[in-house]
């Protein structure tokens, strides 16, 4: 009797060290999936790749694993805080006089008219003092003129008489 009971404690012993050992396996398991999911969100802003995500990382291990690889490699919040500060740091150079071409990024000045580099334009002088004037205004602010409606300025008659070829000019060739 004495050997089977000590193999019985030992088979049990054993069974119970594999079931711990699953449990922890299991466990592990489990706090990646949460750990995928909680990582997806602070770095994936569409919900349906975050829903992709923590789907991959349920395939044990091996998906949380690929998921670091493919991962966005920086979170959201520092995307969003960068923004920002760039966004700060124009608006400081703009308020410094510090102005850049549209177009090319060309440092302009505020009262440029055209870009010097892609000569682009960038603003149109008013049409009654003739100061830049930026194309979101609806009236010159130096000269009260209204911009692109009314336009005080005398009607250019520009009368071209288009008399290029006259018919008197007509030389029959004579052969
Ligand atoms: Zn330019
Ligand atoms: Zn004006």
Same mark, same amino acid.
């Given at each position: 009797?004495?050997?089977?009971?000590?193999?019985?404690?030992?088979?049990?012993?054993?069974?119970?060290?594999?079931?711990?050992?699953?449990?922890?396996?299991?466990?592990?398991?489990?706090?990646?999936?949460?750990?995928? =999911?909680? %990582?997806?969100? $602070?770095?994936?802003?569409?919900?349906?790749?975050?829903?992709? /995500?923590?789907? +991959?990382? *349920?395939?044990?291990?091996?998906?949380?694993?690929?998921?670091?690889?493919?991962?966005?490699?920086? =979170?959201? %919040?520092?995307? $969003?805080?960068?923004?920002?500060?760039?966004?700060?740091?124009? /608006?400081?150079? +703009?308020? *410094?006089?510090?102005?850049?071409?549209?177009?090319?990024?060309?440092?302009?000045?505020?009262?440029?008219?055209?870009?010097?580099?892609?000569?682009?334009?960038?603003?149109?002088?008013?049409?009654?003092?003739?100061?830049?004037?930026?194309?979101?205004?609806?009236?010159?602010?130096?000269?009260?003129?209204?911009?692109?409606?009314?336009?005080?300025?005398?009607?250019?008659?520009?009368?071209?008489?288009?008399?290029?070829?006259?018919?008197?000019?007509?030389?029959?060739?004579?052969?």
């Amino acid at each position: 009797m004495l050997p089977y009971a000590i193999f019985g404690i030992h088979n049990s012993a054993i069974n119970l060290a594999v079931e711990l050992v699953i449990l922890f396996l299991v466990v592990i398991w489990l706090a990646m999936v949460y750990w995928t =999911y909680a %990582d997806a969100r $602070r770095r994936i802003a569409d919900p349906l790749l975050i829903g992709c /995500a923590t789907a +991959a990382s *349920l395939f044990p291990y091996v998906g949380t694993i690929v998921y670091m690889i493919v991962r966005p490699p920086e =979170y959201l %919040d520092d995307v $969003r805080e960068r923004e920002l500060e760039m966004q700060g740091a124009e /608006a400081r150079l +703009a308020e *410094l006089g510090y102005h850049l071409c549209p177009h090319c990024d060309y440092e302009v000045e505020k009262d440029f008219l055209r870009c010097p580099n892609c000569m682009r334009k960038l603003k149109d002088p008013c049409h009654s003092c003739g100061r830049p004037l930026d194309p979101a205004w609806k009236v010159c602010p130096f000269c009260e003129a209204e911009i692109g409606t009314a336009a005080p300025s005398p009607r250019r008659q520009r009368r071209r008489r288009e008399t290029t070829s006259e018919p008197a000019a007509e030389q029959p060739s004579t052969t």
